[in-house]
């Protein structure tokens, strides 16, 4: 058969050509930030309302857990909707590093009409937006309910995972991390690592966390570095600032290595996710779980998922909290409405919906002191079921997060030392 | 020359959409598994990521565990697959059609329910705290839900290798059985009359013809599993990982300084699935020739 000389002709011109587009393409788009919608910053609030008026906004956020969802989807969107034209579309994400993932793509891409308006993002995830230049301007200190309600030089707001926000992102929320027990089964829940290791080594298989870097999991082994190696103090300054890292994190690593024989499945392998560690605590195979909101438990209580005995608890000095933001990212095409969407979203009306588990349960991010009377009022009235920490007691046990940096070396840490162990 | 041409200007339409999709996306992550990240600000090339995947031994444990359950699950799966086809075919008499049409569709159940529903479900019926351990501890055989042995999870990754398996012999089946439909029933008669029982007529009358399309269909199964995502993720331990899975924590966590390495280990199994394909190609095509001379 002759050969076709052609055929390898035209392929070989394909390859060649998508090879140097994947190359040239990319170089076109360095400065990352678009230099459209400007004027949005500069305009007025009622310009801003009244251009935001018939817009979609795509919010992209962590879809894992019903409460969120349904807050989001059957409070805010009809609100949004009847009181300023704005149309809000929810988008669940599995993991918010999706999210990350989608918009380098789109600005690899060179794409300037992205599809996302609206982002729910924090820690190490704004981070690594930040420092690729993903996220629009500084917005946040422009919306009135921003001026009105957050205390906005409140270094847990100020500060993200220890990085500055400088205003491209506006507090939303607030979180802190609790441990969950069946309190038939479990007497005297163990408030330190000290007390977990007995209790662990007392009830061999009735206690694992999620295999890190799931976000739960994660931030349990930073919880507990706090508590093997004295405190998060030492921990305030940078990644690249810290000296003598490895050996002092050592203490952490042998202490989980320490427990890893009377974990679930003796610590062979751990649940790939928070949702399969609560799954196996609504069976009873394990006694505690964890997560990192303190309504999640009681949530799971009323939706008939754990059992009514189901209580949490903090550990003894404390356990992280950290503040979660929304963000518009530099691409979106609806940047009015995405303010718009954001600044109703912080309303003190919008804000103590969220912190009433019939809505969702989480706390809020706007300062509870700047409130009216009758909105603390309406505060104090919330009943947050029984299977929730008062918020005096999680607000007396509360330690703050670690600069972002720390968490991947955590991570890449754990699978090092431990998993391989 | 103009009537040489056409012929490729008719499948243009086709390559093109190959070629950019496809090869097009192979491209990319080579370019990206070289360094070239400009999103990052990454503008150098080199093989630095290749250096340092190939000097951790998280990679070599992958990709150990990678050849095991891939090549245990095609094998499985083209055991069964051809056993169940070549029991399809011997049931085969005339006037049993209809019966032996839903027998058929019967056995190609599995084909409908996507992996990772099969992989879900190995979760939901078959772990410790699963469906089948609370039956069995209500029923009393087993005295508490932790005492079931642990199926799903398991270092050995023979959750894995069964839903495979389960999952693609009838995919073999599927291939193969349109091999075996050519063959005459009458082919069985004759060679009754050489002193052939049913296990000799197998093996030297079935077994050749099936043999080519049996290596090739059992070789994109092996591919298949070799880089597929889903049911490791859900089923497989924390250490070791299979490649893809590891590719995957690779690509989500940490920075983007990670994310050429994640895909220098996609450019690797591309590799070594290519390198396993030429060779099957090669195998089956010798097959044919030697054994089958002009079929």
């Not at chain 1, 309504?295 to 799971?300: G, S």
């Not at chain 2, 891939?70 to 019966?99: H, Q, T």
């Amino acid at each position: 058969m002759k050969r076709p000389k052609f055929f390898y002709l035209i392929a070989g011109f394909f390859i060649l050509a998508i090879f140097l587009a994947g190359c040239a393409g990319q170089k076109g788009n360095e400065q990352g930030k678009s230099a459209g919608h400007p004027n949005v910053l500069k305009a007025n609030w009622q310009d801003v309302l009244s251009q935001a008026k018939g817009q979609t906004v795509n919010i992209y956020l962590y879809g894992g857990s019903e409460s969120t969802n349904n807050y989001i989807d059957n409070w805010v969107a009809p609100r949004l909707k009847k009181q300023f034209g704005v149309q809000l579309n929810r988008v669940p994400v599995n993991d918010t590093k999706d999210i990350i993932n989608k918009l380098v793509s789109e600005k690899q891409a060179g794409k300037k009409d992205g599809s996302i308006d609206v982002m729910w993002i924090n820690g190490e995830n704004f981070l690594m937006s930040k420092k690729n230049n993903l996220l629009w301007d500084s917005f946040s200190p422009k919306l009135p309910n921003v001026k009105k309600y957050v205390n906005q030089n409140s270094p847990a707001i100020k500060n993200d995972f220890g990085e500055p926000t400088q205003g491209v992102e506006a507090p939303w929320s607030q979180a802190q991390f609790v441990f969950t027990y069946d309190s038939n089964k479990v007497k005297h829940p163990p408030k330190s690592a000290e007390a977990l290791k007995q209790w662990v080594k007392q009830h061999p298989g009735k206690f694992t966390y999620p295999a890190p870097p799931d976000f739960t999991g994660s931030a349990f082994i930073r919880n507990m570095l706090y508590e093997t190696t004295g405190g998060y103090k030492q921990y305030l300054k940078p990644l690249d600032k810290q000296t003598g890292l490895d050996n002092i994190v050592k203490a952490l690593w042998n202490y989980l290595n320490a427990i890893e024989p009377y974990l679930w499945r003796k610590g062979e392998t751990y649940p790939e996710s928070a949702s399969k560690l609560d799954q196996l605590y609504a069976s009873g195979a394990v006694w505690l779980t964890m997560g990192y909101d303190p309504a999640h438990a009681a949530n799971e209580v009323k939706d008939g998922r754990f059992p009514k005995s189901t209580r949490t608890f903090v550990l003894k000095d404390g356990t992280l909290s950290n503040t979660s933001y929304l963000s518009i990212p530099f691409n979106s095409p609806h940047k009015a409405a995405a303010m718009v969407a954001i600044n109703f979203m912080l309303s003190p009306k919008a804000q103590i919906a969220k912190s009433d588990p019939e809505n969702w349960g989480a706390l809020m991010a706007i300062d509870p002191n700047k409130l009216s009377s009758k909105g603390q009022k309406q505060l104090n009235a919330i009943d947050r079921g029984k299977a929730t920490l008062p918020s005096k007691v999680l607000a007396n046990h509360r330690v703050p997060e670690i600069p972002a940096g720390y968490v991947d070396y955590l991570e890449k840490g754990w699978m090092e030392h431990v998993a391989k162990h | 020359m103009w009537p040489n041409i056409k012929p490729y200007i008719y499948v243009l339409p086709t390559a093109g959409v190959l070629l950019i999709l496809f090869v097009g996306g192979l491209i990319e992550g080579l370019i990206q598994s070289l360094g070239y990240f400009p999103a990052a600000g990454q503008y150098g090339f080199s093989l630095d990521y290749y250096r340092q995947l190939l000097s951790s031994s998280d990679f070599w444990d992958s990709l150990i565990l990678t050849f095991r359950i891939a090549l245990l699950s095609s094998l499985s799966a083209g055991v069964l697959g051809m056993f169940v086809s070549v029991c399809l075919f011997m049931l085969k008499r005339p006037g049993s059609g209809r019966k032996n049409q839903i027998w058929q569709r019967f056995f190609q159940l599995p084909l409908i329910v996507p992996h990772l529903v099969w992989a879900y479900l190995m979760v939901l019926l078959f772990t410790q705290s699963g469906w089948l351990s609370r039956i069995l501890a209500s029923l009393g055989w087993i005295h508490h839900i932790n005492d079931f042995p642990v199926l799903v999870n398991d270092s050995f990754g023979g959750d894995i290798i069964f839903t495979y398996a389960w999952k693609e012999a009838p995919f073999i089946a599927l291939m193969i059985y349109p091999v075996l439909l050519r063959i005459h029933g009458s082919w069985f008669e004759a060679s009754r009359v050489f002193g052939a029982n049913r296990w000799s007529f197998f093996r030297e009358i079935l077994l050749p013809l099936l043999m080519p399309t049996w290596i090739s269909s059992s070789f994109i199964v092996f591919a298949f599993t070799f880089s597929a995502f889903e049911v490791p993720f859900l089923l497989g331990v924390t250490y070791p990982r299979m490649l893809p899975v590891l590719s995957y924590n690779l690509y989500t966590s940490g920075g983007l300084e990670a994310r050429p390495e994640a895909l220098a280990v996609n450019v690797i199994l591309a590799v070594i699935v290519s390198i396993l394909g030429v060779a099957a190609y090669r195998l089956s095509q010798r097959w044919s020739m030697d054994e089958q001379g002009g079929w």
